[in-house]
Every structure is written in C-alpha cells, then in structure tokens.
C-alpha cells in the first residue's frame, strides 16, 4: 500500500504565502513523479506542477509565477505567494509509484484546504 499525505493548508489573508507539504510512505520500489492538483469549488482538478525524477519540473497554467514546486525523493512541497481569493481552493498532491511487480500507478492525497480571505 501507498500513502500520500498533505499538510500545511488553512486560512491565509490575501496577499499572504503558504507551503504546502506531501509525503509517501509505505511499499513501493520508487517514487518517478510527485506534484500538486487544485480544485476549486464547482470545478474539475487542474494541474498546478509537478516533478520528474528524469525530466525535472513542469508547470501548469494555475497560479503561473506565484508558486514554486520543489521535492526531495518522497517529499514534495508547493510554495504559494500573493495569495488571492480566487487560490481558495482544495490542493492535492500526488505521487506516481512503482511496486514490484507491478506497472506505475498515481496515489492520492485526501487533499488540504487553503482558504483565502480577509
């Protein structure tokens, strides 16, 4: 079993910063891609950035310029800067895994809300 684990949500002004924080753990061989998915309400998760053991970080459209990815083997973290209204939002982070014996398959976090506001 895989387990992908989110912290560092909650209620941030506007304008403020957040890092939010992922972990793995559990029986796997290796982790090829970590990263981050957002969803705000009524919509579907759009993919914020991710990292590729090979190919490195990608970034997606969400929140261009105002966050930075970075991970550490089976950690990853999203720094979010000038927090606006709009970033309220649930932040997901996933992890691609390889187990033994088996073809790569991506894991979950429950997700960690971070609300913008005043």
């Known amino acids: 079993q895989v387990h992908v684990s989110e912290s560092g949500g909650g209620l941030v002004q506007p304008g403020g910063s957040l890092k939010l924080s992922c972990s793995v753990s559990?029986?796997?061989?290796?982790?090829?891609?970590m990263g981050w998915y957002v969803q705000t309400p009524g919509n579907q998760r759009v993919f914020v950035a991710h990292v590729h053991t090979g190919t490195g970080t990608k970034y997606g459209d969400f929140m261009q310029g105002r966050f930075t990815i970075s991970r550490d083997k089976t950690t990853a973290s999203l720094q979010i800067n000038t927090l606006k209204p709009e970033d309220t939002a649930v932040y997901y982070c996933?992890?691609?895994?390889?187990?033994?014996?088996?073809?790569?398959?991506?894991?979950w976090g429950q997700g960690t809300q971070v609300t913008v506001s005043s």
């Open positions: 559990g029986n796997f061989f290796s982790i090829s891609t």
């Open positions: 996933f992890a691609d895994a390889v187990r033994v014996g088996r073809p790569v398959n991506r894991y």
